[in-house]
């Protein structure tokens, strides 16, 4: 049981970094993208392509890596923040531009979101990665919780740029210029704020968070071509239960569907294989997300931390 | 040479044109009122020159250059600041951050500039952590004029500022506006449907259907019969 709570708490921690870059840009930028998922598996697997570029420095202590898988982190992240900002430039500026509502630019972001997958697919290939091949051991805590230290890893970098972007946002100009766009945007317009400057900060905020996140995932569990489609069923559900725009929302819903997931798939789980049932309830696991968001939105219709009209 | 120049504008949303040729000019520290009934067009002359709507003629100079082609905040940049009659303040964010925001623009620490406003509405100073959303309607009124006012612009424009205050809320606000101009020389462009604006303007246009009707000093709107017929129907002679 507190087994399925540590990695619900992990996985968790994963869903709001992702869930936060995601809630910031269906705010501010007016439509939910699915090409996010994609910038998911992009982060990951640039970090792969740097880690096979630059030399290898030994891993860290109980660690399966070292400092060579953080600055492939930093350069993945600037890799995926360029696509990203080209897909704006090329793509969404112009749709915007054209005055495409948000429904289309959802389905245009579709669009290229298949796009991005197909060319994962020819640069990595379909078959699954591993960023190490070493098998790590787990540390043994009390109350016989059994932790890997790249899973104490994931949970303490994730949760140190949830609080570093919530800082941005709340103490320097132009976290306060994103927070007043998605407030009001014509009267941020009227008050001299450039919504360009502050949609391309959105995207460079997002960029950050969707590429860490996908590479802490690969690290907890491995790269498929797939793996930012799949994870953008937790990551939706995440950011509607917590609020559209909310920050605290999205984290809230992410722990809540982190932990969720793994609890009840877990205990389910057990309880098939007490009854002599045949059945693999990890894939059953975004049906769990689902159920769960369909209870809290009858309750509460803009989410757990949501404005009206969200 | 005025502040505010506009010649001839035509302005409306896609094909509905609400605008037709509408000229007005503003001096430095100047109040002028445009008066107008609902649907007028009075808000759409106001977003047309804050630049959120683009005219589809004239032009309009600002301090003697031309505006009407330019982004909001190149507009806001020269020195024209828009208060909204609705909506007109960030809901989430606290009254300092509102006021941060309506510093945008400064290159420095507006502190300095936040005091100067706060000494003008000094009933914000204690509610500076307060959201702007949980603020009364006079005290997020002197919030959008306060924000407004925090990059000290030459010409503040302000929709219907007294619309929903209590009647003695009214003659505060009216007040405060023309402190403004007499403490930092901004002119005042003030949209209104009350003729108590009147009394603390110079001058005074009247739109109606979207073309200016007619145009007088602050006595000769106050006596004007057209005033009073066209827009009180005669019956709310002052």
Redesign the interface.
Known sequence: MFDLLISGIIYGSIITLGAIGLTLMADILGFFNFSYGEYFSLGAYCTLLFLGILPQWGTFPELSFGWSMLLAILFSMVLTILVMLLADKFFFKKLRAMGATPLFLALASLGLSFMLRALIYIAWGPEVRYYTSTIQMSLELPLGIFIKADEIFIFFSAMALVMLVYIFLNKTKMGKAMRAMSCNLTLAKASGIQTGKVIAWTWIISGILVSVAGTLYAIAVQLRPDMGWTFLIPLFVAVIMGGIGSFWGAMVGGMTIGITEELMSGLLQDLFFALDVNVDMSIYRPAIAFIFVVVILLFRPHGIFGKKGS | MPILDVKQIDAGYGAQQVLFHVSLTVEQGEIVTILGPNGAGKSTFLKAL???LKPQQGEILLNNQPIHTL???HI??MGL??V?QE???????TVK?NL???A??LSGDPEERIEEVCSIFPQLTERMGQIAGNLSGGQRQMLAIA?GLM?RPSILLLDEPTTGLAPNLVHIMLEKIREITKRLGSAVLLVTQTLDAVRFCQRGYLLTAGEILYSDTQAGLLANENVHDLYFGGASKV
């Open positions: 804050a630049g959120i982004e909001p905040h806001a940049s600041s828009w909204p909506e007109n303040v960030f809901p989430t964010m951050e941060e925001m309506g945008y623009l924000r990059l």
